[in-house]
């Protein structure tokens, strides 16, 4: 996952910035819950290993970049709550202009 305010993003500081949501998931099993919920509120538009400014925050920059957050594996016991689709993006934009339209409605 990539914050939203990521800026100067790169393959060198990926790790440090970013979270790997499956090992997230991966390392709460550890813990033996009956029940994990993740919700996942986000909108991948854009590409995570160039820099990410304002000049490139558009779609089409990225040629071989697909939007949207891949498909994951969840253990059993696990419910896991996309925005969207996998390869899809969310909508960013809802009524309060605070959070995402996902998060507003909820």
């Known amino acids: 996952l990539i914050p939203s305010d990521a800026l100067g993003l790169s393959a ?18 550890t813990r033996r819950p ?20 304002a000049s490139r925050r558009r779609r089409g920059y990225f040629p071989d970049f697909l939007p949207g957050l891949a498909p994951m594996a969840a253990p059993p016991a696990t419910l896991v709550a996309f925005a969207c689709a996998a390869g899809e993006a969310a909508s960013a934009d809802s009524a309060n202009k605070r959070n995402s339209l996902y998060t507003y409605h909820l």
């Open 12 to 29: 060198k500081n990926l790790p440090y910035t970013t979270i790997d949501a499956q090992a997230l998931i991966d390392q709460m099993h």
């Open 34 to 53: 009956r029940l994990l919920v993740c919700v996942l509120d986000c909108c991948r538009s854009d590409a995570p290993l160039e820099p990410l400014d």
